[in-house]
């Protein structure tokens, strides 16, 4: 089995144990509890972060770890889900602060 497909049969048996967890109190800490306990007889961790994104320039051989805007988050995540690497244009270093696109080549 590839590592897409563990984590996709990962990612389906954690939403099928909170998708009947009603959340009433948005509290982080709380909300962090209350999943934690819906995750742990899957023996999963739960963790509070940001958007926060290790990217690797492979034709450099160094990382960047930043907190990354909100859009370009969601097309690193979708990237990662589908096997895919990103394109980052930036002004300097692939920080977040200096992201001005990010593409998933086909």
Excluded: C
């Excluded at 999943?35 to 034709?59: E, I, M």
């Excluded at 889900?81 to 394109?87: D, I």
């Amino acid at each position: 089995m590839s590592v897409t497909s563990d984590t996709a049969d990962l990612t389906a048996k954690f939403q099928q144990a909170v998708g009947e967890l009603t959340i009433q109190d948005p509290h982080p800490a709380r909300l962090h509890q209350r999943l934690t306990a819906a995750a742990a007889p899957l023996g999963f961790s739960v963790y509070v972060g940001n958007y926060q994104v290790q990217f690797n320039d492979t034709s450099a051989n160094t990382g960047y770890s930043s907190t990354w805007p909100q859009w370009a988050f969601e097309l690193a995540k979708d990237a990662l889900l589908g096997g895919k690497g990103v394109w980052v244009i930036a002004n300097g270093d692939p920080f977040g602060s200096n992201l001005l696109d990010v593409f998933i080549p086909s």
